[in-house]
Nanobody, 126 residues
Framework: VQLQACGGGLVQAGGSLRLSCAAS????????MGWFRQAPGKEREFVAA????????HYVDSVKGRFTISRDNAKNTVHLQMNSLKPEDTAVYHC????????????????????WGQGTLVTVSS
């Protein structure tokens, strides 16, 4: 399974970006997909995940109300719409996937996802 993330870039504070992650190699209509980020000098942090089969989203508190995760099962793609971006959102964003259901407590744990994309850099200037 390969995950390819794209959509990162440089944006001013208050701006928006839309990240996308395409899964290839097997269908992920029945799997959980998530986004994590890692800022320079910091540990990897959970950002958002979308559950299967409910499609219900889960977010870290710092992005609630600003970020929206969605998925297109027909295209094996997950998106992360990021609005009202802040300088503290600057990081490399990685998508991750697990071809199964996950309970709420598993979603923020990176070690629960066996598949990872290469990351896309988001830089938010003040």
């Amino acid at each position: 399974v390969q995950l390819q993330a794209c959509g990162g870039g440089l944006v001013q504070a208050g701006g928006s970006l839309r990240l996308s992650c395409a899964a290839s190699g097997r269908p992920f209509s029945g799997g959980t997909m998530g986004w994590f980020r890692q800022a320079p000098g910091k540990e990897r942090e959970f950002v958002a995940a979308i559950r299967w089969p409910s499609g219900s989203p889960h977010y870290v508190d710092s992005v609630k109300g600003r970020f929206t995760i969605s998925r297109d099962n027909a295209k094996n793609t997950v998106h992360l719409q990021m609005n009202s971006l802040k300088p503290e959102d600057t990081a490399v964003y990685h998508c991750a996937a697990r071809p199964s259901r996950m309970i709420w407590s598993q979603l923020p744990r990176g070690d629960e996802y066996p598949y990872w994309g290469q990351g896309t850099l988001v830089t938010v200037s003040s």
